[in-house]
């Protein structure tokens, strides 16, 4: 299974290389995502500190559901998807490929919004250690939990609106989870910000091996 | 071959309609009328005789769902009453969840002013609402049965595992977050006020169970309805084969030896 | 080499739907080893469901069903192995170049990279055109590198969803050449087309489809035994009776 992983994680980070759509669009959406809260929030100083992890958070799941509808679509472009079925490739290991690649890129995604949130809005960055567990645990979660859910919708006509109702909800403990984990990690907030990054693991660790076990029936039904 | 009994209704479903009516006439005499007007919350107290019922029959309908979601899964106990089960579980309680987010919005909106505090649980049944309306879309766009049955199962359990991180997560979240409203939801309640809160449980239960198990029989007939229609399905699509033969050459085996390969697929 | 004459496909009364509607209403075919079957029909007819229903991708609603030895919807994973389906589509990945995408087919398939230049060579594509993305290339080199990915799989059976649509007259030879050699090696082939020229030059024996079944597909097999109770049809008038212009 890892073997098969390996290689469709390369292959999708190849796609992802020569056409550069993580890069040349999902990352100028997450920074303009980030402007527009600031417009939203009118410039506001103190209330722009505050919300910033927030913001963070939301940014990075509407670039989530971009990447993940972004690895489907690449499948369902040349009706890839059979050759996949017939590549004798395991379920499994497919699911763990997509998912290492969507979260490599939203990895990426993440470290340029940091940039975009310290500039922006003025945050102070502290607390690493929290502040790199819960991002690696809610990016593992999202991608599996996004990449499940996409399987499943992989083959239905009304794709791009079926994913993300799906998803947006079954994301909402992770926006919250590490928003508060962030929001410990900063300073602002005297929550213990380690109790909310076991809670992103215990997520990640349910869409992983949700993935994991049901990706090869997902997979043929539609 | 049109099945004359192609209703969902039966004695069941009669008993247990009536007697969820007077129940909810019983419910709405005692609630309104014959219990008194509590201490602290005055008259906005008789919202205690329909919401903490109709959110129970929400939880209740999420629940079997996933356990019919977990039966159909099980591959010795798999059957298609399991998925019907499953949607008819889902679709009710989205009804009820629903009803609970509106009576619990009232209830807020007349205690204390605001249509809406980020309660855990107010917060816990609006995610369970848009889960729930994800489930029910996905559903409605597979069309093959067995998929169907299959995915939105997988999905079901998903959910449910979702629900029980979400509960942490709000629970927690709201702890933190003291300085907004505690939405207090079981007051203390004795005499005619926990008479009738039983009475609106027995009441929103029968209604509950009437509304799954017509909904379960709706499935049965739709089923029904696809099957007999699958049938003359067949027919049609086979006749496509014969029929150039006969509008081409006007004859009926005119020519060649033996018609015997059409005949054979055409049984 | 297949020395028992054990069928290669044998479909009975095999019913595949999609959602309510009948792809296949009722399949009977026999395909022995090593015979390139045709299967010819008007649009709509199921050619292409019944294709997939043998690489094991739609699954058999009702009938029997059995390919290489193997139930097409209980044991799908071993059988894919063993198929390789050309489809309408190419099933590539634009991005990427020809080579990528048969390595990537290759690497899937754990074969040796060996694999990959060979069967680039053999489908005549060269160097330069091995590195651009193929989503740059015109529909007949795209087809061309699907076919690369097939030839490097070297399944036992394949099947070929009108493979010589898009192909120029070079190309058509080139890839009969290929299935010959295939079938020479002990593949089956069965190839799905509308052109009457695959028919008389490359098939050694023809079926029709309409309206989902297969009308004449449990008949006098070319490459193999006669069951017992097969009735005996002539192909030629039963053709001309569908209207579809002979093939000789």
């Known amino acids: 299974m890892w073997r098969d992983a390996v290689l469709v994680a390369g292959k999708d980070l190849a796609v992802e290389r020569r056409s550069r759509v993580a890069l040349n669009q999902v990352v100028p959406y997450a920074l303009v995502v980030l402007l527009l809260f600031g417009f939203a929030f009118d410039q506001d100083r103190p209330l722009l500190v505050q919300a910033a992890p927030g913001l963070f958070w939301l940014a990075v799941l509407f670039s989530g559901l971009l990447a993940v509808q972004r690895s489907f679509a690449i499948e369902a472009s040349d009706g890839a998807v059979d050759g996949l079925r017939l590549s004798g490739l395991e379920p499994a290991g497919i699911f763990v490929g997509k998912a290492a690649a969507v979260g490599l890129q939203l990895l990426v995604v993440e470290v340029l919004l940091t940039g975009g949130v310290v500039v922006l809005f003025h945050t102070r960055l502290e607390g690493a250690g929290l502040l790199i567990t819960s991002a690696l645990l809610s990016t593992a979660g999202v991608a599996g939990a996004g990449v499940a859910y996409g399987a499943l919708s992989m083959g239905l006509r009304v794709r791009e609106t079926l994913l993300p109702l799906l998803l947006a909800p079954v994301l909402a403990p992770v926006v919250l989870a590490a928003t508060e984990a962030w929001r410990s990690a900063l300073g602002l907030s005297s929550a213990d910000g380690w109790r909310w990054s076991g809670l992103l693991g215990c997520f990640a660790a349910v869409y992983l091996a949700g993935g994991v076990l049901s990706f090869g029936a997902l997979m043929e039904e539609t | 071959m049109r099945n004359p009994q192609a209703l969902s209704s039966s004695r069941l479903t009669r008993v247990l309609g009536w007697s969820a009516l007077a129940a909810l006439a019983l419910n709405t005499w005692w609630g309104l009328w014959l219990s008194p007007p509590d201490v602290v919350q005055g008259q906005f107290v008789r919202m205690l005789y329909v919401h903490p019922a109709v959110a129970t029959m929400c939880y209740a309908g999420f629940g079997l769902c996933t356990l019919a979601s977990l039966a159909w899964l099980w591959p010795r106990l798999r059957s298609p009453r399991w998925d019907r089960l499953a949607v008819a579980g889902a679709e009710v309680g989205a009804v009820f969840c629903l009803a609970t987010l509106v009576t619990g919005s009232i209830w807020g909106r007349a205690s204390w002013g605001v249509w809406w505090t980020w309660d855990a649980r107010l917060t816990l049944t609006a995610i369970l609402f848009a889960l729930s309306l994800g489930y029910l879309a996905l559903r409605r766009a597979v069309d093959n049965p067995h998929s169907r049955a299959l995915v939105s199962s997988m999905v079901a359990l998903l959910m449910a595992l979702t629900v029980v991180v979400d509960h942490y997560a709000t629970s927690w979240w709201v702890t933190l977050h003291q300085n907004t409203t505690l939405f207090k939801q079981d007051p203390t309640v004795h005499g005619w006020q926990l008479a009738t809160m039983l009475v609106s449980f027995i009441a929103f239960g029968l209604a509950f169970a009437w509304l799954v198990l017509h909904r379960y029989r709706l499935e049965v007939l739709e089923e029904r309805y696809e099957t007999e229609g699958l049938a003359s399905a067949l027919e049609a699509r086979r006749s496509e084969a014969t029929a150039p033969l006969d509008v081409r050459t006007g004859f009926e085996g005119d020519r060649g030896p033996s018609r015997a390969p059409a005949e054979a697929v055409s049984q | ?248």
């Not at chain 3, 395909?31 to 008007?42: C, D, E, F, N, T």
């Not at chain 3, 192995?81 to 309408?88: C, D, E, F, K, P």
């Not at chain 3, 050694?204 to 005996?232: C, H, I, K, W």
Request: charged share 25%; glycine share 10%.
């Open chain 3, 1 to 248: 080499m297949v020395e028992i004459p054990v069928l290669a496909v044998r479909l009975r009364s095999v019913v595949a739907l999609a959602g309510l509607y009948p792809l296949l209403a009722g399949v009977d075919l026999d395909v022995g080893p090593g015979q390139i079957l045709a299967v010819k029909g008007p649009n709509g007819a199921g050619k292409t469901s019944l294709l997939r229903v043998m690489a094991g991708l739609l699954p058999v609603a009702a009938g029997e069903a059995t390919v290489l030895g193997l139930e097409p919807t209980a044991q799908a994973r071993e059988l894919r192995r063993q198929v390789g389906l050309l489809g309408h589509r190419n099933g590539l990945y634009d991005d990427l170049s020809a080579e990528d995408n048969v390595r990537f087919c290759v690497r899937a398939a754990r074969l040796p990279k060996t694999a990959i230049p060979v069967a680039l060579d053999r489908l005549g594509l060269t160097e330069r055109l091995r590195r651009l993305p193929v989503g740059k290339l015109s529909a007949g080199q795209r087809r061309r590198v699907a076919l690369a990915c097939l030839v490097a799989r070297q399944p036992r059976l394949w099947l070929l969803d009108e493979p010589h649509a898009g192909l120029d007259a070079d190309h058509r030879q080139l890839l009969d050449n290929l299935l010959r050699e295939a079938v020479a090696e002990g593949a089956t082939v069965v190839l799905a087309t509308h052109e009457a020229s695959v028919t008389a030059l490359l098939a050694n024996r023809v079926v029709t489809m309409s309206g989902g079944t297969v009308l004449d597909g449990t008949t006098v097999l070319d490459d193999g035994p006669v069951p017992d109770d097969a009735p005996v049809v002539d192909d030629g008038p039963g053709h001309e009776r569908e209207g579809i212009t002979s093939v000789a």
